[in-house]
């Protein structure tokens, strides 16, 4: 009989952090945000007195937005650091958080272009934190690395809703954004910081691969590493 396959060693968090702490941190947080967006994001709509109609129209927006932009976001990434591209992404994420804050005394068109801006930079920090992780995983190791990212973004999208639900019961409605606006500060934070400890280097990339908002399914991540690892020679650690 033909022997039986080895299985695959699990990765442990540590190691997973060890190849790309920007992509780890960044999809943590990123599970905490789209999680929240899809759990309370309607709740917020609803509270700030939109209808019923309204409400749909708001979620529909923010969703479909981040679909469509995460093709320019992800070419910039191709070209340029993916950390400093994810940075810039989560500091318009920021910013547009506090628009649908502002939009929130303006007309219902106005909060639901905030929102649509919301949710196209919010939803490309995602894929950008998988394509990051890509370029830097070990290929003989992908099937454990693909397993992990999703443990990371499903760990930040377990606590994402909570915690949002809590901001909004201190601070009403708009809460929902102001814990946006804190996730969003910490993973610009972190970044900088492992920008400024690792300086980039030349290094080949893989193309972007666009990737759902919700959370990419394990044949996903795999095919997206198995993309990186085919198309790209070797990896700097000072990416990371």
Request: a positive charge; aromatic letters at 10%; one cysteine or more.
């Amino acid at each position: 009989s033909a022997p039986k396959p080895s299985s695959p060693q699990r990765i442990k968090f540590r190691e997973l952090f060890a190849i790309s702490p920007v992509g780890v941190f960044g999809m943590i947080c990123a599970g905490m945000a789209n999680a929240s967006l899809y759990g309370m994001g309607a709740v917020f709509a609803k509270e700030v007195g939109l209808s019923v109609v309204e409400v749909s129209t708001f979620m529909a927006a923010a969703i479909l937005a981040g679909m469509v932009l995460q093709f320019p976001v992800g070419r910039l990434s191709d070209i340029f650091d993916r950390r400093t591209v994810l940075m810039m992404a989560s500091l318009a994420t920021g910013l547009a958080a506090f628009a649908v804050i502002w939009a929130t005394t303006q007309s219902v068109e106005i909060l639901i272009i905030a929102a649509a801006i919301y949710g196209g930079f919010s939803f490309t920090i995602y894929p950008l934190a998988v394509s990051q992780v890509n370029d830097l995983a070990d290929p003989d190791r992908l099937v454990q690395v693909a397993a992990g990212l999703l443990i990371a973004y499903g760990t930040g999208a377990s606590f994402g809703p909570v915690i949002a639900a809590q901001s909004m019961a201190i601070f009403g409605p708009t809460g929902f954004f102001l814990f946006i606006i804190g996730i969003n500060s910490v993973l610009i934070v972190f970044t900088i910081i492992r920008i400024i400890q690792r300086r980039s280097g030349e290094k080949a990339k893989a193309p972007f691969m666009p990737l759902g908002g919700a959370g990419a399914s394990s044949k996903q991540l795999y095919t997206a590493a198995v993309s990186s690892a085919e198309r790209v020679p070797g990896a700097s650690s000072s990416n990371r």
